[in-house]
C-alpha cells in the first residue's frame, strides 16, 4: 500500500490528453512538500518528467506538464504518442515518515 | 552531467547480506543527497533512504531500519547501499539516484543509476 495514491492505468488515444492523478494526504502534498514526477521506460531507470509540482528538466517536451491543488496533484500529457506508453510515478516528502514516498505508479497505455 | 554507474548483478542466499556500490561523476558529490530506491519484479518504486555525504548521516525508511546501511567515500564519490538478513522479498532492482537540491534530504532525483539486479534464493 503506498502512501500516495495513483491510478493503476490511464489510456487514450493518439493526440489525445491525459490526465494521472496522485492523492496524498495532510503529512505529504497537503503539507505543501513538492511533488515529482517520474517517466520508466520498460527495462530502463525512472526518469525525472516534472519537479517541484510544475517545473520541467530540460529536454522534456511541454507536452507534459504537472500541477497540485490540497492533497493532490496531477500529471497532464498533451498530443499523446506512442512513445509515451510508460509507467509514471509521482514522488512526495513525508514528514511524519521523514522520508520521500512514492505513487504505486500508473501504466500508461496509448491505444 | 552527473553519471552514476552502479555494481553488477548480485545472487544471495537468505540470511546473508549484499553490498551495492553506486559512482558518480560529472557533478558535486558531496552536497547533493544521494538515495536509494528499489523496485520489487513488476511492482512500484519503494524509497529505502539516503545520504549527504558531506554530512555522513543517513536518514532510512521505516521498513529498513535496522537492517541497511548507507554510506558514502567523498575520496571515491562513491555511495554505498548495504542490505543485511536478507529474505527472498528483497529480490529486487536497487537504484541510486541523486537529489536535486543541495543539501537537503527533500526534492526530487534527477539522476539514476543503470539499477542493481539483486535476487536472494536458496
Known amino acids: 500500500q503506498s502512501v500516495l495514491t495513483q491510478p493503476p492505468s490511464v489510456s487514450g488515444a493518439p493526440g489525445q490528453r491525459v490526465t494521472i492523478s496522485c492523492t496524498g494526504t495532510?503529512?505529504?502534498?497537503?503539507?505543501?512538500?513538492?511533488v515529482h514526477w517520474y517517466q520508466q521506460l520498460p527495462g530502463t531507470a525512472p526518469k525525472l518528467l516534472i519537479y517541484a509540482d510544475t517545473y520541467r528538466p530540460s529536454g522534456i517536451p511541454d507536452r507534459f506538464s504537472g500541477s497540485k491543488s490540497g492533497t493532490s496533484a496531477s500529471l497532464a500529457i498533451t498530443g499523446l504518442q506512442a512513445e509515451d506508453e510508460a509507467h509514471y510515478y509521482c514522488q512526495s516528502y513525508d514528514s511524519s515518515l521523514s522520508g520521500s514516498v512514492f505513487g504505486g505508479g500508473t501504466k500508461l497505455t496509448v491505444l | 552531467q552527473v553519471q552514476l554507474v552502479q555494481s553488477g548483478a548480485e545472487e544471495k542466499k537468505p540470511g546473508s547480506s549484499v553490498k551495492v556500490s553506486c559512482k558518480a561523476s560529472g557533478g558535486t558529490f558531496s552536497h547533493y543527497v544521494i538515495t536509494w530506491v528499489r523496485q520489487a519484479p513488476g511492482q512500484g518504486l519503494e524509497w529505502m533512504g539516503g545520504i549527504i555525504p558531506i554530512s555522513g548521516t543517513p536518514r532510512y525508511g521505516q521498513k529498513f531500519q535496522g537492517r541497511a546501511r548507507i554510506t558514502a567515500d567523498e575520496s571515491t564519490t562513491t555511495a554505498y547501499l548495504e542490505l543485511s538478513s536478507l529474505r527472498s522479498d528483497d529480490t529486487a532492482i536497487y537504484y541510486c539516484?541523486?537529489?536535486?537540491?543541495?543539501?537537503?534530504?527533500?526534492?526530487?532525483?534527477?539522476?539514476w543509476g543503470q539499477g542493481t539486479l539483486v535476487t536472494v534464493s536458496s
Open positions: 539516484a541523486r537529489g536535486g537540491v543541495s543539501g537537503s534530504h527533500l526534492g526530487w532525483f534527477g539522476a
Open positions: 495532510s503529512s505529504n502534498i497537503g503539507a505543501n512538500y513538492d
